[in-house]
Every structure is written in structure tokens, then in C-alpha cells.
């Protein structure tokens, strides 16, 4: 989606770097990752060449970037976020409380394809499908989430309500998926126009985005299992975490 404007004060070349350099900063745009061209950029934009070509070399003399004339400019930040260590436990009741609390509108549930990048992410071959859940969910009359999940191990329940009023997980754990690993990590994402009319807010408002995979353990090893992308209203949603020195 296009987040550069005329009618801001920062000049055009600017904006474009400052999207770029979040999207690098953030892992969105990793370590190695050759940046769509010129010409794409100035399309995706709508920017003049001469605009996208100054944005790229702020990024290159801030060494997020290397550009080399015939190749591209490719990404040399390396992004290293830390872990917090907290027990599964908590993360799971913290889950459960959600569900528990609103209500699911579902949009879509079936065996289907993931795209490529998430398929090598669970190590599918090219015809193994994954239960994709999309829904919203509404708590005192507003919506305040996006939730995108794809899952290994299960099928399509015979009433797809039960996932209505609560968690995903109380039917995994009946289909007998177990977690015993979960990576988190937050950060901050614009709406684009397919969400921002689901959570019924501007396009380009600021959303807290939360992706979640879920391990098990399975022939003497750790498995993805699961894979959620949320999207949060920040105006609607906190995330909260308590954590005690031991």
C-alpha cells in the first residue's frame, strides 16, 4: 500500500526511507534480501527514480544497505531480536483468556495450501495442506483484532463455532497437538485496506502485530506446529506481561 503523500511536511525521498529503513530495522526486509528495483519501488510508491535512488543511498550510507550497479541494492542490517523467557504456561492462559472473553467472527477455515515462504517454514512437500483459520474477534460491540493462523496435525472440525467463543487450542489439544515451545514477536505494522475495513479504522492506522509458532515435540525433535499472525487495534488491545526476578 502506498504511505507516501505530497501533502506531508517530510519530504518525498524521506518517506520512502524512513518506511524502508523501519521495514529493515524491524526483520521484515532480512539480512541478505535484495530490495525490489528501482523501477518496482517507484511504481509501488509513486515516486519519481531520482526520489527512490536518494531514499536508497540514505539507506546505504547508514549501512543498512549496499547497492552495486547491475546487482541491485541488497540488504546488509542484520536483525537479531532477543527473547524474553516466560513460562508456557502463562502465554497459554494468557491465550485462553482471550478467546474466553470476546467473541469470533470466522471468515474463513479450510485445508488448504500455505503460501511457499510458510510451507518451508513447516518443512511441507508441495501438496501438503494446513488448516487455515482467518478471524476477527469482538469484545463489548468493537473489533479490536486480525488473526491469521495456519496449522499442521489437524482437520476441519465438524462445527467450526466451537472456535467462536474459545481458543484454538482447546481443539488442538483434543486432536492431541501438545505445545511445548512458543516464539513470539511484536511489532508495529500499518493497515492495509483488507484489515483496516475488517477492524473498521483508516487505512495506514498503526496496529500492533503479534506472530506466534508453536512447537511440539515429535520423533525426538521440535516441530512448528502452528503459525499465527495477529493484528491488533492498539486503541482496543493491550499487551501485557509480568515478569519476576527469581
Request: hydrophobic share 35%; with cysteine.
Amino acid at each position: 500500500m502506498n504511505r507516501i503523500s505530497a501533502d506531508k511536511p517530510a519530504p518525498l525521498y524521506h518517506q520512502v526511507y524512513r518506511l524502508l529503513k523501519t521495514d529493515i530495522l524491524n526483520g521484515t526486509l532480512h539480512f541478505g534480501e535484495k530490495l525490489p528495483s528501482e523501477e518496482s519501488l517507484t511504481a509501488e510508491f509513486s515516486v519519481s527514480r531520482i526520489t527512490v535512488q536518494r531514499a536508497l543511498n540514505e539507506l546505504a550510507s547508514e549501512g543498512l544497505v549496499d547497492r552495486a550497479r547491475g546487482k541491485g541494492t541488497k540488504v546488509i542490517y542484520k536483525f537479531t531480536p532477543k527473547p524474553v523467557q516466560a513460562p508456557l504456561l502463562g502465554v497459554l492462559e494468557e491465550i485462553d483468556s482471550i478467546a474466553s472473553e470476546s467473541t469470533a467472527t470466522i471468515l474463513g477455515c479450510r485445508m488448504h495450501n500455505p503460501p511457499h515462504s510458510i510451507g518451508a517454514e513447516f518443512g511441507l512437500k508441495a501438496d501438503d495442506k494446513l488448516l487455515h483459520l482467518i478471524r476477527t474477534r469482538t469484545r463489548a460491540g468493537e473489533v479490536f483484532g486480525y488473526f491469521e493462523s495456519w496449522t499442521a496435525g489437524v482437520d476441519v472440525p465438524e462445527d467450526i463455532n466451537i472456535f467462536v467463543h474459545s481458543s484454538r487450542h482447546l481443539y488442538y489439544r483434543k486432536c492431541g497437538v501438545e505445545f511445548n515451545t512458543i516464539r513470539q514477536t511484536l511489532s508495529a505494522t500499518a493497515a492495509d485496506e483488507t484489515v483496516a475495513d475488517l477492524l473498521e479504522i483508516e487505512a495506514g492506522s498503526p496496529l500492533i502485530h503479534l506472530t506466534r509458532s508453536s512447537y511440539m515435540d515429535k520423533d525426538g525433535g521440535s516441530v512448528l506446529v502452528d503459525r499465527l499472525k495477529a493484528l491488533y487495534n492498539p486503541t482496543l488491545f493491550q499487551y501485557q506481561m509480568e515478569l519476576k526476578v527469581d
